[in-house]
């Protein structure tokens, strides 16, 4: 199952990039991956739910970053913008997701897509919102 999960953030990614670049209807890049992009081995329910839901909540994730980045989340690069709400929304709406896999998914789809020290930037940001919205799993496992 997590290499299905790992397809369906790669895919996420892929659409969201897609979305923030062109504006376009998050129904159309859906159907657009279903048909043109080889989803074989790729949990489709959990990319829907990627998809739609980051966007539902972008605000909200988003406004998570605020205290940790020095310029508007718009100015960050696109697919490491991508990259951070995917672990963002799993930190936020996902507690079956450990913390440790939401914040190393993210990161490797960055050092895979995004520009050659971008990861570093979703590592650490997303280290430091999980300290806040994972507060008992953190101190859970530093014990």
Request: with cysteine; hydrophobic share 40%.
């Amino acid at each position: 199952m997590s290499r299905e999960r790992s397809n369906a953030r790669r895919r996420a990614l892929q659409a969201l990039y897609q979305w923030q670049m062109t504006g376009q209807n998050l129904g159309d890049i859906e159907t657009q991956f279903l048909q043109e992009e080889d989803m074989a081995k790729t949990d489709l329910d959990y990319f829907k739910e990627l998809l739609h839901q980051i966007p539902k909540h972008i605000t909200d994730l988003e406004a998570y970053c605020v205290p940790h980045v020095s310029r508007p989340m718009d100015q960050v690069d696109p697919v490491e913008r991508a990259a951070l709400l995917i672990g963002l929304y799993e930190l936020k709406f996902r507690p079956d997701v450990p913390y440790r896999v939401a914040i190393n998914e993210a990161v490797e789809l960055a050092k895979s897509f995004g520009a050659e020290q971008g990861h570093k930037f979703v590592n650490g940001l997303l280290d430091k919102v999980a300290k806040e919205l994972r507060a008992a799993e953190f101190k859970a496992k530093s014990k």
